[in-house]
Nanobody, 121 residues
Framework: QVQLVESGGGLVQPGGSLRLSCAAS????????MGWYRQAPGKQRELVAT???????NYADSVKGRFTVSRDNAKNTVYLQMNSLKLEDTAVYYC???????????????WGQGTQVTISS
């Protein structure tokens, strides 16, 4: 099992910045893909950004050029730097990790508890 602890959410004005962190702990497996999803009220959860263990990134079109995902493999931590925040970025942001368990030769998805990001003037 992998436990994910998120931090860094909060309230910020439009145009501002926030940095989210997500630290993985517990039975550390091979953390293949780490990333962030978000869910706004009344909407489905959507991908924001992901990063592989090799550093390949993927972004939703809505955040390209404004958000940057990164990871520290030594700390088993993934980050999301969010700049030029917009009202529509308001959502609960969830950390996600896809990890490979060598013992059972299977991959599993793990989710954080979510952190609220609110953009408001």
């Amino acid at each position: 099992q992998v436990q994910l602890v998120e931090s860094g959410g909060g309230l910020v004005q439009p145009g501002g910045s926030l940095r989210l962190s997500c630290a993985a702990s517990g039975s550390i497996l091979r953390l293949d893909v780490m990333g962030w999803y978000r869910q706004a009220p009344g909407k489905q959860r959507e991908l924001v950004a992901t990063i592989t263990s090799g550093g390949t990134t993927n972004y939703a079109d809505s955040v390209k050029g404004r958000f940057t995902v990164s990871r520290d493999n030594a700390k088993n931590t993934v980050y999301l730097q969010m700049n030029s925040l917009k009202l529509e970025d308001t959502a609960v942001y969830y950390c996600n990790v896809r990890a490979y368990d060598f013992q059972v030769a299977e991959s599993f998805n793990f989710w954080g508890q979510g952190t609220q990001v609110t953009i408001s003037s």
